[in-house]
């Protein structure tokens, strides 16, 4: 079975401060994406991470993919209050073609003014 | 573009009586459709998930049931609800050509007393 382990659980900071949230499988994933939700509504992606070693921006977000396609972190520059919410990591299940995603345990981010 | 529509948001049902939540898509064909459930900050567990019309897996023994009636229309149900059925659920399509990105509705908040 193939499970994804994300750390911390929970994250509380100061605005300006940054931080760096991880996702780790003992498992290969052909691909992982980064998810973040909101109270009360759906999980919005991110980015979708394809090749080891890969490195991708987003603004102040930084997500890389290991090299072994075991693992992937997401890192925050200077986080601001916005930032605040729930990230999630999710690899796509390879055992089927039916786009079946895994998703870890979850990020609480709480970015404090 | 295409949008996912779920509904009803919020939900407030007793123990035994039955359930009826609804997902639509628009703007896609033959999409890959999937029901998950989300307890409170947490991750997502997959329930139920569906790559054509009357073609439903299931992912876990549980409570609920999914029908696929129409191409673009999802639909989770249950016939007597227990307490632990409570949670949120998120309704998710994905595009076969990038099988692993997925998008959410906005959730459905389902309480059981």
């Known amino acids: 079975t193939q499970l994804l382990e994300q750390s911390p659980q929970f994250l509380s900071i100061q605005e300006g401060e940054n931080l760096t949230v991880y996702c780790n499988s003992s498992s290969v994933f052909s691909s992982l994406q980064w998810y973040r939700q909101e109270p009360g509504e759906g999980p919005v992606l991110l980015v979708t991470v394809v090749t080891g070693g890969e490195v991708k921006k987003l603004k102040r977000l930084t997500f890389q993919f290991g090299d072994a396609r075991k693992d992937s972190s997401l890192h925050i520059t200077a986080a601001q209050p916005g930032d605040t919410g729930l990230y999630l990591c999710a690899g796509e299940d390879g055992s089927s073609n039916t786009g079946k995603l895994i998703f870890g345990q979850g990020t609480t981010l709480q970015v404090k003014p | 573009s295409q949008t996912i529509h779920q509904w009803p948001a919020t939900l407030v049902q007793p123990v035994g009586s039955p359930l009826s939540l609804e997902c639509t898509v628009e703007g896609t064909s033959n999409p890959n459709l999937y029901w998950y459930r989300q307890a409170a900050g947490r991750g997502l567990q997959l329930l139920f998930y569906s790559v054509g019309i009357g073609q439903i897996s299931s992912e876990v023994p549980q409570n609920l049931s999914a029908s696929r009636p129409q191409d673009r229309q999802f639909i989770l149900s249950s016939k007597k609800l227990l307490l632990s059925d409570s949670g949120f659920y998120l309704c998710?399509?994905?595009?076969?050509?990038?099988?692993?990105?997925?998008?959410f509705g906005a959730g459905s908040r389902l309480t059981v007393l």
């Open positions: 998710a399509w994905g595009d076969r050509a990038r099988a692993n990105v997925l998008t």
